[in-house]
């Protein structure tokens, strides 16, 4: 399994950090494939369950929201919006008169897997495009890469207290409180290295990469427990096979999807005043 997943990261990591480097829209077509195969999971794993959220909103949704916010940032939000909610309700409404009689409770699933993939993972796109947006995804992104290389490592050597035995009983809260170190330290020194490398004026500095770094790692363990909800509810232990060793597109995002709207607003946010 080790072994699997090692050659999986050789493999696609310089991949992604060279599209990372790219941009514009050889990074907007990656992040749109990438958030299009995990809605495809996870409207998968709901119909697991007996539900029936639409895919083809879902996937449309998710498309319209990354296109939107790369071409025009927030300003087309409000009618995506607006347009999604009519829709899902209008296809839901037909698919209850043809005798669907669980339509309102698919209804609530066709919006909230397009929002919770669609919407946050637009936020990946809107973090690329910000002042110095190379270096804030390569941080964003470490933050969740480190936070998780410190706890699978420290948690398979020590870990004995189980963190969550329901949703995730391989995770234990020596392996939480390692990847929160490794990844604060991790990504205060890469912080430091982008310093240099970016461009002078730089809002990048070590105290921000160790505040990106800390509430990353703390926050964005979320996102992988709530995957884990939604998998054990499916009866799945993987969200999909596209992967060997990693499981789908969903189960390496899950993170990803907390990571980069945190990531976003504080930077943006609260980083203006700090």
């Known amino acids: ?3 699997k997943r090692t050659l999986v990261v050789v493999l696609l990591l310089p991949i992604g950090l060279a599209v990372i480097y790219l941009g514009g829209w050889y990074y907007t077509v990656l992040v ?3 958030l299009l195969l995990a809605g495809y999971e996870f409207v998968a794993l709901f119909r697991e369950t007996g539900y029936q959220p639409s895919l083809w909103i879902t996937l449309g949704a ?26 899902s309700m209008a296809y839901h409404l037909f698919s209850f008169e043809r005798g669907r009689d669980q339509a309102g409770t698919d209804f609530g699933m066709t919006l909230s897997s397009s929002l919770y993939i ?5 936020y990946l796109i809107s973090l690329r495009e910000i002042s110095d947006g190379l270096w804030w995804v390569l ?3 470490s933050s969740v890469w480190l936070a998780d290389m410190g706890a699978y490592m420290v948690g ?12 995730s009983p391989g995770k234990s809260w020596e392996g939480y409180l390692a990847g929160i170190m490794v990844s604060t330290i991790g990504v205060t020194l890469l912080a430091l290295l982008f310093q240099n490398l970016a461009a002078a004026g730089t809002e990048i500095n070590p105290l921000r990469g160790a505040m990106l770094g800390f509430t990353i790692s703390v926050l964005s363990i979320l996102g992988d427990l709530g995957a884990s ?18 499981g789908g597109a969903f189960d390496r995002i899950d993170s990803w999807l907390w990571a ?5 607003y504080m930077i943006s946010g609260i980083f203006s005043v700090v």
Do not use: C, E, N
Not at 69 to 84: N, Q, V
Not at 161 to 167: D, Y
Not at 229 to 246: E, F, V, W
């Open 1 to 3: 399994m080790l072994l």
């Open 32 to 34: 749109a494939i990438i």
């Open 62 to 87: 998710i498309l319209l929201f990354v296109l939107g916010r790369a071409l025009t940032g927030f300003a087309s939000s409000p009618w995506m919006l607006s347009l999604l909610i009519l829709v």
């Open 118 to 122: 669609g919407w946050l993972g637009a």
């Open 139 to 141: 941080l964003v992104l």
């Open 156 to 167: 398979r050597l020590i870990g004995r207290h189980k963190m969550t035995p329901r949703l």
């Open 229 to 246: 909800m939604i998998k054990r509810q499916a009866g799945k232990k993987d969200s999909g096979t596209l992967l060997p060793g990693h």
């Open 260 to 264: 980069g709207v945190i990531g976003y």
